[in-house]
């Protein structure tokens, strides 16, 4: 079966349980932020599990869940969880899931991810606005061939992260007395950790948060022509960078516990223009 087919199947399969919805923004809920879906109004939720062709998240923190509804005045679709590429998914599949928000008629994408900071200023619990990212695994889910009907071989990512959506952002961060970081992402394939050195490398290369997903789903959205904004959620200091300290799943969890609420508060204000503006 064809991507393309492979998308139909899952976009029919929702529209058969929620024949109403017409979402036009879309949100992807990284670890620990699942309680930002608790927003959302008359939601319709349908679990993975019988979307055709959606990988099932492995990571505990990931409820496998898509909710449609309203946030902020907006339509949306929400995707509580996600797979990554170091559970053994293809990143295909992987980015399936965001390639069905656009086909479902989101023509925007906000992705969100749990973080580690490689900035002693931009500790834990901060909420950082993704400017540009650094690909470190040397995969791209578009490799083999390409499907022409869902975006082009060649495009450019000069602007990979919409400068307007990342103003807009801005501005609700502004009006909510939320102080967003922002920076570059780097991203690892995983599951383990990095080490001090790698960390170092990094800085040097100009990153500022390092985390294990996104990237591939900003490359997937952007081939269909979506617009892409990102925010990582700080969960911790970055390996090395607290004398005596380790790193664990447990912290990213609690961390981007604290964090949802904050962030729920930063996209239903950023929602509550885009009504306007269509």
Known sequence: MSELHALDAAVDAIRARAPGAAPKVGIVLGSGLGAVADAVTDATDIRYEDIPGFPRPG???????????????????????????????????VVRPVRTLARLGCDTVVLTNAAGSLHASVGPGRLMLVTDHINGTGLNPLAGANEDALGPRFFDMTSAYDAALQERLRDAGHAERIALAEGVYYW???????????????????????????VPETIALRHMGVRVAAISGITNLAAGMVPGSALDHAETMTRGSAMAADLARLLSRFLSGATDER
């Open 59 to 93: 990571v505990t923190s990931h409820a496998g869940r898509l909710r449609l509804g309203s946030l902020g005045g907006t339509p949306v679709a929400v995707l509580q969880g996600r797979a990554h590429a170091y559970e053994g998914h293809r990143l295909a599949d």
């Open 188 to 214: 690892v394939l995983g599951p383990s950790f990095e080490t001090p050195a790698e960390i170092r490398a990094m800085r040097i290369l100009g990153a500022d948060a390092v985390g294990m997903s996104t």
